[in-house]
T-cell receptor
């Protein structure tokens, strides 16, 4: 079945440093979504990427979808303490018989040291 | 806009009893609702997808007779954990979408912490 690997599992950065998390799927995806979960909170949708090679930006966050639509990355420039949380990717892929499957990565937990 | 509520936010029950968790979309009609389970320090795991007025679609490995899902209206879905065991203790999160597929945003509820003693 479809598998989504996300690395790294944990990342500690000094405030102001950049941060990147990577997501790789075992199968070609129709789209990929990114979520952020603050400590003690619930996941919040950040963005969805659909097109091959797509790049989208939200302020200091840059999201990329690979040309083969099997990998994606989230890059945060100049991290701030408000960026703390766990970032999940979720890949949607065709699972046969006309149905799609959404698989979450295990998440990358970001800690920002002030 | 796009607020999803869950009730209760936490519940403690004894082994063998059943627990019902409600998921409501407060300001939009949710064609589809999703139920997830999250173990400590782990990723969300999709349990089932429910569409209003039809039977839920369960992910492989999820017991449909144990986790009963009812999506009775466009604003309410319920998950009932029947004959709960301590291994059912977990964080259960629902999400709602105004679309019938994953291709649209999902709005997540705040989650329900279930502890089975």
């Amino acid at each position: 079945g479809q598998q989504v690997m996300q690395i790294p599992q944990y990342q500690h950065v000094q405030e102001g440093e950049d941060f990147t998390t990577y997501c790789n799927s075992s199968t070609t995806l129709s789209n990929i979504q990114w979520y952020k979960q603050r400590p003690g909170g619930h996941p919040v949708f950040l963005i969805q990427l659909v097109k091959s090679g797509e790049v989208k930006k939200q302020k200091r966050l840059t999201f990329q979808f690979g040309e083969a639509k099997k990998n994606s990355s989230l890059h945060i420039t100049a991290t701030q303490t408000t960026d703390v949380g766990t970032y999940f990717c979720a890949g949607q892929g065709y699972s046969g018989a006309g149905s799609y499957q959404l698989t979450f990565g295990k998440g990358t937990k970001l800690s920002v040291i002030p | 806009g796009a607020v999803v509520s869950q009730h209760p936010s936490w519940v403690i029950c004894k082994s063998g009893t059943s627990v019902k968790i409600e998921c409501r979309s407060l300001d939009f009609q949710a064609t589809t609702m999703f139920w997830y389970r999250q173990f400590p320090k782990q990723s969300l795991m999709l349990m089932a997808t429910s569409n209003e007025g039809s039977k839920a679609t369960y992910e492989q490995g999820v017991e449909k007779d144990k986790f009963l899902i009812n999506h009775a209206s466009l604003t309410l879905s319920t998950l009932t954990v029947t004959s709960a065991h301590p291994e059912d203790s977990s964080f259960y999160i629902c999400s709602a979408s105004s679309s019938g597929s994953f291709s649209y945003e999902q709005y997540f509820g705040p989650g329900t912490r279930l502890t089975v003693t």
